[in-house]
């Protein structure tokens, strides 16, 4: 009875399927559905290598101190960092004096430790990035955790930075829908192609770096997306240290638990079923 | 418990003996993972899920417990405590990625032991109780995964919430109550994340609970194994402990090696991005998925695309979806073959792989865009997927003539037995008839 039940019950659900199949492949058939301008001219992000790249990658401090300078110079005018704190850039290779002054170019405003009065006071090394008050329209979005926030990462954050380019007559022709509208700049690696961002990074040596890098746009992209990976996942490092002695020693654990096994099976192999093992 | 060749527990030393005689711990001990348990001396490797589950389902709650230390089931700070963890707590980044990927460590486990038990009929007789529990056990995990991964209160996390508790909306007249009454309000908000949380504490305990009922009820009848054949005498087994404690010691280090890949080398990869982004009531993602483990349920759920008579789409998609778990319920008693393990149901066993290839293709458009050809594809497995345990399984017993089983675990193992042959030796019970 119950199997015949269960027959019937899954017909039911068959039979379903099969016409909600039927009506999609017809509707798919007679009406096809015209390729979306975001997924014809949509672009995965390019390929970006950065130190901390792979297995055994670490942080390059030199790269990461640059990303931040393009970060404090050009991104921190509309986009905050609120995640980070001060204290953290020691992990760039900062020492305290250089973050106590870091620290205090900024302004952050906190309650009074006396009067519990909020007013403006210098940043101290345990304050977190301030919040970015922006005034345009639209909202930048915080950026400590871009990198992780966004496919691609990294190459995503490079890709986004030097991919504004104009639209060409072609790509508007076939696709009217995306163009590109007042105040929006278009960027094929942007999800819905046009981005309010204006370009921030406009020619080489809009910072100055002072360990002598040239500060082309594509240097400058890719130091503050390697700036930008580290706010994201600042324990990168010791992460994958540790997971490195972690593999290690689970692989020599592992072996000996295998022969181990071997060893004790070894006895079943010669045919002492059922006795109480040397082992035990 | 079990056989009655089963090693006695004999403690030696005084406290032992003491102990034995006021809790004897060790003695159940002893006869549930010890030298007291005989088990099949055939188990394959497919066997170590049951331990390999068991232990992410420890490993989740102490590094849960450690995360719940320091998580704030805010709605207003819940995102960022996360990032304190990640940040500022002394290893809680190793906390936070040992937990999220301890749950699609322990998923992909819990599938390879359903899905072995599927191959080999442990759902059978006598056992049907260990897999009527099993399934309760995969329904407290599922429960257990979404309310857990609601707590980062990220983008994905909320529009998850809203989209699965929207599920119980589709129920005709009392749908949009429950949904409300389930979730606190009218949209997911700082009352639904408080419960969640409590919810998601309480759960794993509840699991344990009844993975112990899944243990005892599997104690009664001892293990299944790859041949299907019941235990005759002694010969057909070993006990637990050397043999298997060891088997099971290589199976956890070779788990903890992929494991550990992932939480230090790729700990992300299994995530979803959009969970980086706090959570935005007013900014729907533009693909909104479920954890992958959830991607074939998911598909289910979504290809059910046209009304039924006078059941909605979206109703019909539910049902769907519950049923689509809920049928395991009734699976001992649809499959009626007596044979038990798919090594010697030629029929059953293409069926079987078809069933692994389909839900494979279901969780890849599961975690697809809701368009086509995703969704004709989709409904093509999922018809299938019905098909296979509510038409296919009843009938196929029917219609299959399984191949030759040996006689006993121990010809299966060395060649022959020598109670295989007749008269041969004490009175031996009849081989299974097959056929």
Redesign the interface.
């Known amino acids: 009875m ?2 015949i039940l ?2 019937f ?3 039911f ?2 039979l ?6 039927g ?3 017809y509707s ?1 058939a007679t009406d096809p ?1 015209k390729e979306s301008a975001e997924r014809a001219l949509h672009r995965e992000p390019g390929p970006l290598k950065l130190a901390s790249d792979g ?1 055994f990658g670490h942080f390059d401090h030199a790269q990461l101190q640059r990303g931040f300078q393009v970060y404090q110079e050009v991104c921190a005018n509309c986009h905050s960092l609120k ?1 980070v704190a001060y204290r ?1 850039l020691a992990a760039l290779g900062y020492d305290e004096d250089e973050i106590k002054k870091i620290a205090s170019n900024a302004t952050v405003n906190a309650a009074d430790p006396i009067t519990g009065e909020f007013k403006d006071r210098p940043g101290l090394p345990t304050d977190h990035f301030p919040p970015v008050v922006y005034a345009g329209a639209g909202h930048p ?1 915080d950026l ?2 871009i990198t ?4 691609g990462g990294g190459a995503y954050v490079h890709s986004l930075l030097t991919g504004y380019r104009a639209q060409t007559p072609a790509v508007l022709a076939a696709h009217p829908e995306a163009k590109t509208g007042e105040n929006l700049f278009y960027n094929p690696w942007f ?1 819905n192609l046009n981005i309010a961002m204006p370009p921030p990074l406009t020619g080489d040596g809009q910072v100055t770096y002072s360990d002598g890098t040239t500060a082309s746009v594509d240097q400058m992209a890719q130091d503050v997306s390697a700036f930008l990976v580290w706010t ?1 996942e ?2 990168l490092d010791k ?2 240290q ?3 002695a ?2 290690g020693f ?2 020599f ?2 072996i000996l ?2 022969m ?2 071997r ?3 070894a006895q ?1 192999k010669r045919g002492d ?2 006795e ?2 040397a ?2 | 418990m079990s056989f009655p060749w089963a090693q006695d527990y004999t403690p030696r030393a005084p406290l032992m003996q003491w102990l034995d005689e006021k809790l004897p711990l060790p003695r159940l001990l002893h006869g549930a993972i010890g030298a007291g348990y005989p088990v099949p001396r055939n188990l394959s490797y497919m066997w170590n899920f049951g331990v390999l589950a068991g232990f992410c389902l420890v490993l989740q709650i102490v590094t849960g417990v450690i995360l719940a230390m320091h998580y704030a089931a805010n709605q207003a700070i819940a995102f960022n405590s996360v990032e304190h963890i990640m940040r500022d707590v002394n290893w809680g980044w190793l906390m936070r990625y040992a937990h999220a990927n301890g749950a699609s460590a322990f998923f992909v486990v819990i599938y390879m032991h359903i899905f072995r038990g599927l191959f080999y009929g442990s759902y059978k007789a006598p056992r049907e109780m260990v897999w009527l529990l099993g399934v309760v056990i995969f329904l407290l995990l599922m429960a257990t995964g979404f309310l857990g991964y609601v707590l980062p209160w990220g983008q994905m996390s909320f529009w998850g919430a809203q989209v699965i508790t929207g599920l119980f909306g589709a129920i005709p007249v009392v749908g949009e109550p429950i949904q409300h009454w389930l979730l606190g309000g009218y949209a997911p908000d700082n009352a639904a994340l408080n419960r969640f949380f409590s919810l998601h504490f309480l759960l794993p305990f509840v699991i344990a609970g009844v993975v112990i009922l899944h243990i005892w009820a599997l104690h009664i009848n001892g293990s299944n194994n790859p041949t299907g054949i019941e235990v005759k005498r002694e010969s057909d087994t070993i006990p637990f402990h050397p043999y298997y404690t060891a088997k099971d010691g290589f199976g956890l280090g070779v788990f903890l090696i992929v494991y550990a890949a992932f939480v230090f080398f790729m700990p992300n990869a299994l995530g979803h991005a959009d969970n980086y982004i706090p959570a935005n009531p007013l900014q729907t993602p533009a693909l909104i998925v479920p954890e992958w483990y959830f991607w074939p349920f998911y598909a289910i759920l979504r290809s059910f695309t046209q009304d039924i008579l006078f059941i909605p789409a979206k109703l019909m998609g539910v049902m769907a979806m519950f049923s689509s778990i809920l049928l395991w319920f009734i699976l001992p008693w649809l499959d009626k073959s007596p044979v038990r393990s798919g090594h010697y149901r030629p029929l059953y066993r293409k069926f079987f792989w078809v069933l692994v290839l389909d839900v494979l293709v279901l969780g890849y458009c599961g975690g697809s865009h809701a368009e086509e050809p995703y969704l004709m594809i989709s409904q093509i497995a999922t018809a299938y997927y019905f098909l296979h345990f509510l038409v296919i399984l009843p009938i196929v017993a029917s219609l299959e003539r399984p191949d030759p089983l040996p006689y006993s675990i121990t010809e299966a193992v060395l060649g022959h037995d020598e109670h295989a042959v007749l008269g041969a030796g004490r009175a031996v019970p009849a081989p299974v008839r097959v056929n």
């Open positions: 119950i199997r269960s027959i019950g899954g017909l659900f068959a379903a399927l099969l016409y909600s199949f009506r999609g492949a798919a559905v297995v995640l953290d979005p400590s955790l992780k926030a966004r496919e999800s994201a600042p324990k992460r994958r540790t997971g490195l972690v593999l689970l692989l654990a592992t638990a295998y181990a096994k060893n004790v099976w079943l079923v059922g109480a093992s082992i035990d």
